[in-house]
């Protein structure tokens, strides 16, 4: 086979360079007129499916402290305390006997696997919709759920959700749904499969 020379190198290196631009160009191209992915959030509203797990949802006064949720966890990040013995009343649905001390979970561990809410037997921890829970610190990033819960929430307030529910409506509604202890998934926006 005859080596090639320096000219034919030359002009070989010029080819690849410009077809390899020339690829790369037919691919930026397809791009612009594709439809776009990303979102201007917050002021636009993401769409989630109902199995979307997000930041949980708790509701303290059915929790008997079992810590079956605790042990399924496979990052030990949920932290449970409780006075004494609890259990549901057959009447009222709610968790009566010793106090719930603590409830908290760590989302600096947790990687939302939704394990924790399989064994629950009072169905009282669920996956939310929120999937932005930016703070300030790291002692922030621990949920203190039982502690929220005295103010009737079932997740945390979002700071974007404080923050934007005066300009963007769809916030506003979002934030008065949390404000007001409101699951945002219930077994029936789930269909069975
Ligand atoms: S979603 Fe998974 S990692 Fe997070 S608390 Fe539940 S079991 Fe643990
Ligand atoms: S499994 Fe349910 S009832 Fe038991 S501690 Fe966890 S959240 Fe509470």
Redesign the pocket.
Known sequence: MAATSPAQLYFRNIYDAVKSILIGMRITLKYCFSKTITIQYPHERIAFAPRYRGIHE?EAD?????????K?CPVDC?Y?DKSAP?KVDKETGK?IGGE?LR?AIDYQKCMFCGL?TE???????HMGKNHDLSSYSRDEMVVEFAEISKQGLKTPMPLWAQRNAGTIPWVASEKERIEKGKLATTDADITAV
């Open positions: 708790f059915k929790c008997i402290a079992c810590d079956q949720c605790a399924a949920i449970i609890r968790a719930l409830y924790c064994p629950c037997p009072t169905d009282c921890i």
